[in-house]
């Protein structure tokens, strides 16, 4: 029987590729556009330096980790053994929340562009115990899985990238004076959102990454890249429908694949691409369950490590996987009963909580253990 389940860093940041695409359509560039108008295609650039030295950050608090340690251990370590509980319990809660927003909001999408008479309960339901699935076995099975699927939906964003770039209108995008500066750098603040996420999200699935390698490098390349990619799609939907109807648009960047023709004959691909993009939900979902099952399992005193147990097991701890896939099919149920209130959690309610997660609990969270020199 095969022991090792692990895997290295870079396909890690393989899977954090496909986590970032389900925010990264959702919210990119619709909300930078109105804030920073024909702007808002800079504001992936404008979020370099916070994001760079944010992977600093992070980078400097994980090499305190040890053999088969993540961020979850880090917390018991630095926080002590109640204040480290109590914390953990609290990030279970929001990785639950945040799975249980994306579980909406994808079936919002499925709703709204291909079965305009169906409910939003049946996509939840069945995408949740999808997840639910995938969260039972092991980490790698949900990085193997990014690593099958990266190249099919990144081939897809390249190509309607390419076919979008030759009718956008250079007037929508320029020119950019300097009263542009302060709009730019407040709209950079989704993308930093999106990222963020991403970042902090796969330090609790370290303690499946062997040690080894050059992190700091291995993530700023990765930073870099993931911002010329918000790059070019704002500068897509911007420069194809213009920063004033990019803000009034839910999903700009399904309804440029409404508009685009490939080849003079293929039209109206969107279902295709909207269904394609079910992978990236799947995988946001199951790598958030995965995360709180293992880190309330760190909670009770169990071993959350994956031992090539049947999916089906539910011994060891491995229950809590269960009372997580429930909670967030709930939470995907009753929050955001209409498009407005799906709007405020999407721009505002899920933005907010996240930054202050990233910015203010980890941060603190390093600090104090610094503080009980419990870091190296």
């Not at 600093?56 to 305190?64: E, L, P, S, T, V």
């Not at 070019?232 to 023709?261: C, D, H, M, Q, Y």
């Not at 955001?336 to 209130?341: G, N, R």
Request: net charge positive; charged share 15%; hydrophobic share 55%.
């Amino acid at each position: 029987m095969k022991s090792d389940y692990r895997f290295d860093l870079n396909q890690l940041l393989a899977l954090c590729t496909m986590l970032l695409l389900a925010p990264l359509l959702r919210l990119v560039p619709s909300g930078a556009a109105g804030i920073a108008g024909r702007g808002a295609w800079l504001t992936a650039l404008a979020a370099a330096p916070l994001l760079l030295a944010y992977v600093f950050f992070i980078c400097r608090f994980m090499q305190a980790r040890n053999e088969n340690e993540g961020m979850g251990e880090l917390c018991l370590r630095c926080l002590g053994d109640k204040a480290g509980k109590a914390a953990l319990f609290i990030s279970a809660a929001w990785f639950v929340l945040y799975a249980g927003f994306i579980l909406r909001s994808g079936a919002d999408r499925l709703i709204t562009t291909i079965y305009p008479y169906s409910t939003t309960h049946i996509f939840i339901v069945v995408m949740g115990l999808l997840c639910l699935f995938a969260a039972m076995g092991s980490c790698r099975s949900i990085v193997r899985t990014a690593k099958l699927v990266q190249p099919v939906v990144l081939g897809v964003l390249l190509l309607i990238l390419i076919f979008s770039f030759f009718s956008l209108y250079k007037e929508n995008l320029l020119p950019i004076t300097s009263a542009y500066f302060l709009p730019i750098m407040k709209g950079s603040l989704t993308v930093t959102d999106i990222l963020s996420v991403v970042l902090y999200l796969s330090c609790f699935l370290l303690g499946s990454v062997r040690k080894g390698g050059d992190s700091l490098k291995s993530l700023s390349i990765w930073t870099g890249l993931m911002l010329l990619i918000v790059t070019a799609v704002s500068a897509a939907v911007v420069g194809n429908f213009g920063a004033e109807l990019t803000a009034r648009l839910t999903r700009p960047f399904f309804s440029l694949v409404r508009n685009l023709i490939f080849f003079g004959s293929l039209e109206r691909i969107e279902a295709l691409v909207v269904t394609l993009w079910v992978f990236p939900d799947f995988l946001l979902v199951s790598a958030l369950l995965y995360a709180a099952q293992h880190i309330l399992r760190l909670c009770f005193d169990l071993d959350p490590s994956y031992r090539g147990e049947k999916r089906l097991d539910i011994s060891g701890g491995r229950w809590a996987v269960l009372p997580c896939g429930a909670a967030a099919t709930v939470c995907a149920m009753l929050i955001a009963q209409t498009p407005t209130a799906l709007e405020l959690w999407s721009k505002t309610i899920i933005p907010i909580i996240n930054l202050c997660y990233a910015f203010i609990f980890l941060p603190v969270t390093y600090i104090v253990g610094k503080l009980r020199r419990k870091l190296n």
